[in-house]
């Protein structure tokens, strides 16, 4: 998705019971949308970020797997990695990435 949203736009995902709708970029420079399986609890969600803030974040994670804790969608966002048992406190250190919406 990255390579659709222009500098200074941003990928919008679509949080719903079990799957996450992504899309990015725009009808006159290119459009692209994947719907991906995830585990998410609580009230349907959307929320835009910048790719380049997420890109960094999920890069410094350096996780198979990512928990991503929203609390809506102008709220501040946190990504830290998890370990193999699902413990997100324990994976790699205990890092945590703050990533604000859009």
Do not use: Q, W
Request: charged share 25%; glycine share 12%.
């Amino acid at each position: 998705m990255s390579p659709l949203a222009s500098r200074g736009s941003k990928i919008l995902f679509s949080f719903s019971d079990g799957a996450v709708h992504l899309s990015a970029g725009s009808d006159g420079e290119g459009r692209g949308e994947e719907t991906l399986a995830c585990e998410f609890e609580g009230e349907p969600l959307t929320i835009a970020f910048s790719p380049r803030y997420l890109m960094d974040g999920l890069g410094a994670a350096r996780a198979t797997k990512i928990e991503i804790v929203m609390n809506g969608s102008i709220r501040a966002a946190t990504l830290r990695p998890v370990d193999d048992s699902g413990d997100a406190d324990l994976a790699s250190g205990r890092r945590l990435y703050v990533l604000m919406p859009l």
